[in-house]
């Protein structure tokens, strides 16, 4: 003779897979908070741990001019005290994910570039809006 099942035949076990759906990834996300706040790098640190500010281009013929916000914005460009490091660099080219000071220039408001400095790396190429960074002129 076939035995039906009954509610309470199934009760316990559903709850404890119940149970045990909401406890294990709970368990997992509490430990990552402790590590966390201990200072434990076993989790990955977030966007901005990783980024690291890095100095403002140099000029490179020879005068002690450099690229930093009062004179970007002194020009008429706009500071991104946090660029992409990837801005410049050739198709196909492994950049890092650092910040980088940038003044941009170009686009539709016409942003500019401090003396010494020149509007370059325009994206996207050939468009009346296209934005760029300030880099040192070539001697």
């Known amino acids: 003779m076939k035995r039906s099942w009954t ?3 199934i009760a316990l076990p559903f709850f404890l897979v119940l149970v045990a759906a ?3 990834p709970l368990a997992f996300v509490m430990r990552a908070r402790l590590d966390v706040e201990r200072g434990s790098r076993t989790v990955a640190p977030s966007v901005t741990e990783q980024q690291r500010p890095v100095p403002p281009p140099q000029r ?3 005068s002690d001019a450099s690229l930093d916000e009062i004179a970007c914005r002194g020009a008429g460009g706009r500071w991104n005290p946090c660029g992409s490091a ?3 660099a050739s198709t196909g080219t492994v950049c890092i994910q650092v910040c980088v000071p940038q003044c941009e220039c170009g686009g539709i408001a016409g942003f500019g570039c401090p ?6 790396d325009l994206a996207p190429p050939g468009a009346s809006d296209a934005m760029g960074i300030c880099a040192p002129r070539a001697p």
């Open 7 to 9: 509610p309470d035949d």
């Open 115 to 120: 003396d010494g400095f020149v509007c370059s």
């Open 22 to 24: 909401i406890a294990i």
């Open 60 to 62: 490179t013929d020879g």
């Open 86 to 88: 990837c801005r410049g």
